[in-house]
């Protein structure tokens, strides 16, 4: 996804844009449609970096940047790459908003209603459509979008995320919730139930679904293959280390430091101890035929 420069007139969307979600979407969509109308380019503003982390340092995002750059790829035209830290969060709203219009050719703007900005979150939606119509900047504020009368947010969907719930969760973002990862060494448990085995490297701050097994879908190299993901212990065999281990059906190659993508699409069971490794070797072949069910 190719980064905003200097001297392109656009129309910016305003936002951090963590899980893409359909409200996002609906909002990229509008500023992608008034910028084609008004002969601009369609930029997205998100932050390279975990911004929640500066107000609580244990709280992860639902997409790293390079994961929300390869979603909004297509979307748009540009992304504007900014980094949250202490200096940005001490920035009032106009100083961030001067420097921004300094910085970049925007002719457009869209937000969202409840879009917050600047220090204490002194800017709202009502500053930048009173700082914009004092700069000839057009504005659009985007009104609450919902599914099924809910309101569709990046906090529902960590909710759902953290309750397992991936199928909604999933029906909020628009499609299935994706995580990116290198495949590193394991225990080698495939070996054991002949099933081929991907232990995949997660990065620290990006959230996980709560501990369970869930049917997944994992790209390697562009190829797709269905497969059982465990997230969470390993009880059989006297484990208490959180991983992520995907077993995958129907694959016969070796991906050890690679980057695949996971897809998770349906919960299948929670965590559990079996008294035998034959039979959890039964449960994992079952688990990799969820697609079949």
């Given at each position: 996804m190719e980064e905003l420069t200097r001297g392109i007139d656009v129309c910016?969307?305003?936002?951090?844009?963590?899980?893409?979600?359909?409200?996002?979407?609906?909002?990229?969509?509008?500023?992608s449609d008034y910028a084609k109308a008004n002969g601009l380019k369609c930029a997205v503003a998100t932050f390279t970096n975990n911004a929640y982390k500066v107000f609580n340092p244990s709280e992860k995002a639902v997409y790293t940047y390079a994961e929300r750059t390869e979603l909004l790829d297509g979307k748009c035209d540009y992304v504007l790459p900014m980094r949250f830290d202490t200096r940005l969060k001490k920035t009032t709203a106009k100083d961030f908003l001067d420097g921004l219009m300094s910085a970049y050719s925007v002719k457009a703007v869209v937000c969202g209603y409840d879009y917050l900005f600047g220090a204490g979150a002194e800017g709202d939606a009502e500053f930048l459509k009173s700082y914009c119509a004092k700069h000839d900047i057009h504005c659009i504020v985007m009104d609450k979008f919902e599914l099924n009368g809910h309101r569709v947010s990046t906090t529902v969907v960590k909710e759902l995320l953290a309750a397992g719930n991936v199928e909604e969760a999933n029906a909020y973002l628009g499609e299935p919730f994706m995580l990116t990862g290198k495949v590193v060494h394991g225990r080698g448990a495939g070996r054991m139930f002949d099933i081929p085995t991907a232990n995949i490297k997660v990065p620290n701050d990006k959230l996980l679904p709560s501990a369970g097994v869930y049917g997944t879908v994992c790209v390697v190299d562009g190829a797709k293959f269905y497969g059982a993901t465990n997230i969470g212990s390993r009880p059989t065999f006297g484990l208490s280390k959180v991983e992520v281990e995907t077993m995958l059906k129907d694959f016969d190659d070796n991906i050890y430091d690679k980057q695949i993508k996971l897809y998770f699409c349906k919960w299948l069971r929670e965590v559990q101890k079996f008294d035998t490794p034959a039979l959890l070797s039964k449960q994992v072949h079952d688990d990799i035929n969820w697609s079949e069910r």
């Open positions: 910016l969307a305003l936002g951090y844009f963590d899980s893409v979600h359909l409200g996002h979407r609906r909002l990229i969509e509008t500023a």
